[in-house]
């Protein structure tokens, strides 16, 4: 007997529509994307309309021959990948190689629920055109920025370099705060508290008319000291005005993706990797339940079920009037406001109560989904604002104090940004304040922070750059290229990342301008909306980059065709090397022996350098040389081997000189490390002295092991690793045996 045949992505997502449909449906996953552009050219006939030339991805052949087969004798088949444009691209596709149109249609939902899944089936539709152009659009964009400059750079650069629309502003976005960071000056500054006898605080607020909150003048400090010594303010100005806190809205994806890295510590890539398991659906008490709605998405709208559902909830749990209307933001443009915010499809189904059903990265997410979109439901927090104004001659103080009125939201969460309350003073116009003590704390202006995963989300989505479902993939691109590397949480770019930012900034200023970036994100919006074809925009990006290209090009020649001398000498003593370009990078060799030859990988060289025909990078060689060998200390392994400090993606660590035979690699101790990166390392004739404190790090970890006895598998004993995230016990007996355990706290 023929059944309806739902063609979903992924199959953890058709288990659960499988399970919610029951008889008389057969739900398939196509495993993602079946059809794309080629991976080894560049798949685009630019010449005919940037007409795509389309490719079964390969290992997919098997998956879309079965989806054909059974299409076929199916009565009726429902494309459902994801509501948004790569899962109308990737129902397009499917849809055109199966070839039974007339019993073909399209179904979305927002979320994995039995209602959510039978409505749409009750209301299909057909593939929306212009959502297919749109993401086309972007892909063949991404394609021929990558295809077409990449190997441009990989001439002047190394292979390891390459271009992207989007993930290339981003790099400059790091870039450039990291220019800031090291041209920022700090400046000394103080602040001023008045702390009087009532308990009232007020800070400096006006001196001589004029607005301050810090002083940066000495003088003006020193005279502050003076004129106030002893002296108490009046008060002459009390203002008290009502307010209103509201609650957060629930999570759209950016703001998913940065509390998420905030409070739980999670990757962005760790975010939606974990949400697309929370939306797909788990076995919950042996059913298969779609526990949040889809997690890609702009909006915070909430559909009005949902509220109510909420509402009964708080109702039941915290009174009547803790229940209030939700007013979601206004979005931006129309791109993904269909869908609602991310929440849990049911509030009943409280993170507590089924936590034994998830992994624990699954209850961290979903247990923050669920409490955001609980307290996204509750009343405002009221309180009336006190205002305090206080002065002494040309000096004016001022001061808030908050009494709650009516608690809402804050008597289950209070934010990072908590309103701090108390009961008002005994106080009004007139009175005489002492001033028991001059509070003067001095300071250093910092620089600004660089960016976290997390505000790095938020900045892209500040200025315009790239869509939920592409924040994730940006930052792992920047991170596998080598382009910036996280230290302690923050993005910091690499000489090769500078590299990359630099060239492109040069020859390629629109591509890394971030409001013509901004500007091509709004005009695939318009693609989705019908406004504009999608081979107009192709051909007005293409005419602009074209041009570009010639001339990027002839300077990549120029530069291949003069002959540019380096100032370190070939072997011979005789002749000075000169300047190369390989598929690797730039180097240096040796004219009369081609063999002698020295990379200048990681190396920046000046412009007017390159252009005077003479480069100037012997300094740099030795430096790169330096840094690859590491810095020695006093200490041996146990056969004599040197051990040296050297440092790597993730900073200073130990490696013995014969480490190709001995492979001994450890931690720094965290004392040294701190020193090293202060300056205040003991060193000797060039050398860390460092041997006393390892050895008491090694006693440690000795200790460790015998502590932890033998592995309970296989009988051997366990040695320390270092992992991804930090240190771990393992069995000696790897890979025979794969026992690993925590090292227990002290």
């Excluded at 007409?51 to 390969?58: D, L, M, S």
């Excluded at 080598?482 to 910091?492: G, S």
């Excluded at 040296?644 to 001995?662: A, C, I, P």
């Excluded at 033998?710 to 016990?729: A, D, H, S, V, Y």
């Amino acid at each position: 007997m023929a059944k309806k045949l739902v063609i979903v992505e992924s199959p953890s997502k058709a288990k659960t529509i499988e399970k919610i449909l029951g008889k008389g449906y057969e739900v398939e996953a196509s495993y993602g994307h079946v059809i794309d552009l080629p991976k080894t050219k560049i798949g685009v006939d630019i010449e005919n309309k940037f007409e795509p030339h389309y490719q079964v991805i390969k290992g997919k052949g098997d998956i879309l021959k079965k989806l054909k087969d059974k299409a076929k004798k199916a009565d009726a088949v429902y494309l459902a990948s994801d509501k948004d444009r790569e899962g109308e691209d990737i129902a397009w596709h499917i849809s055109n190689d199966i070839k039974v149109p007339a019993k073909t249609k399209r179904i979305e939902f927002n979320e994995i629920t039995k209602s959510a899944i039978n409505n749409a089936i009750k209301h299909p539709r057909n593939i929306d055109e212009n959502l297919v152009n749109a993401q086309q659009a972007r892909r063949i964009l991404d394609r021929i920025v990558g295809y077409k400059i990449s190997p441009l750079l990989w001439k002047i650069i190394n292979k390891n370099a390459s271009a992207g629309r989007v993930q290339s502003v981003a790099l400059k976005l790091i870039c450039d705060l990291e220019d800031e960071i090291r041209e920022f000056i700090p400046q000394k500054y103080w602040e001023v508290t008045a702390i009087t006898d009532k308990g009232i605080e007020l800070g400096i607020y006006e001196i001589a008319g004029k607005k301050v909150d810090r002083i940066f003048d000495e003088k003006v400090m020193k005279k502050l000291k003076k004129d106030l010594a002893k002296k108490n303010l009046e008060v002459f100005k009390i203002k008290v005005t009502k307010k209103t806190q509201r609650p957060p809205l629930v999570f759209k994806t950016s703001t998913l993706q940065q509390l998420a890295s905030s409070y739980l510590g999670f990757a962005t890539s760790k975010t939606m990797r974990v949400a697309q398991q929370l939306y797909e659906g788990l076995s919950i008490n042996g059913e298969n339940v779609g526990l949040i709605t889809y997690m890609r998405t702009d909006s915070t709208r909430i559909s009005n079920e949902s509220m109510a559902d909420a509402g009964k909830y708080i109702e039941k749990n915290f009174g009547k009037e803790y229940v209030w209307k939700y007013m979601p933001a206004k979005a931006k443009g129309n791109v993904q406001d269909a869908h609602e915010g991310i929440r849990p499809t049911d509030i009943n189904l409280s993170p507590d109560s089924i936590k034994d059903s998830l992994s624990a990265e699954q209850y961290k997410l979903y247990k923050l989904i669920w409490e955001r979109f609980l307290v996204s439901q509750f009343s405002a927090m009221k309180y009336d604002q006190m205002q305090i104004n206080a002065k002494n001659g040309d000096y004016v103080f001022r001061g808030t104090i908050n009494k709650v009125t009516f608690d809402g939201y804050y008597k289950v969460f209070k934010d990072e940004d908590e309103i701090k309350t108390a009961d008002f003073p005994e106080i009004k116009e007139g009175d005489e304040l002492v001033v028991k003590e001059l509070n003067i704390k001095d300071g250093m202006t910092k620089p600004p922070a660089r960016f976290s995963e997390s505000s790095l989300v938020k900045k892209l989505e500040a200025e315009g750059i790239g869509r939920p479902s592409t924040y994730a993939s940006i930052i792992e691109t920047l991170k596998t290229r080598n382009y910036a590397e996280l230290v302690d949480k923050r993005f910091i770019p690499t000489v090769l990342g500078y590299e990359v930012k630099s060239e492109l900034e040069k020859h390629f200023e629109k591509i890394m301008n971030i409001k013509f970036t901004a500007n091509m994100e709004e005009e695939l919006d318009e693609i989705e909306s019908g406004s504009i074809k999608w081979e107009e925009l192709m051909a007005n990006f293409y005419k602009g980059l074209e041009v570009d290209l010639t001339k990027f090009e002839k300077e990549i020649q120029d530069l291949q065709d003069r002959r540019i001398e380096a100032d370190i000498m070939c072997a011979n003593g005789t002749e000075a090397m000169i300047l190369k370009t390989g598929r690797f990078g730039k180097y240096l060799i040796c004219e009369s022996n081609p063999d002698e030859k020295v990379s200048l990988k990681g190396i920046q060289i000046p412009k007017e350098e390159l252009e005077a025909g003479k480069i100037i990078v012997k300094d740099k060689v030795a430096e790169k040389e330096s840094e690859k060998k590491g810095v020695p200390t006093d200490h041996f392994t146990k056969d004599g081997a040197r051990i040296f400090v050297k440092k790597g993606r993730y900073g200073e660590y130990l490696e013995s000189e014969d480490y190709e035979n001995d492979e001994i690699r450890m931690p720094l101790p965290y004392k040294i490390k701190q020193e090293i990166k202060k300056g205040t390392a003991k060193m000797q004739d060039g050398m860390y002295i460092i041997h006393e404190e390892l050895e008491k790090m090694l006693a440690e970890d000795q200790r460790i092991i015998e502590e932890a006895g033998l592995c309970e598998k296989c009988g051997r004993p366990f040695e320390i690793k270092i992992g991804r995230f930090g240190r771990f016990l393992a069995c000696t007996g790897y890979p025979d045996c794969k026992n690993i355990k925590k090292i227990p706290k002290k």
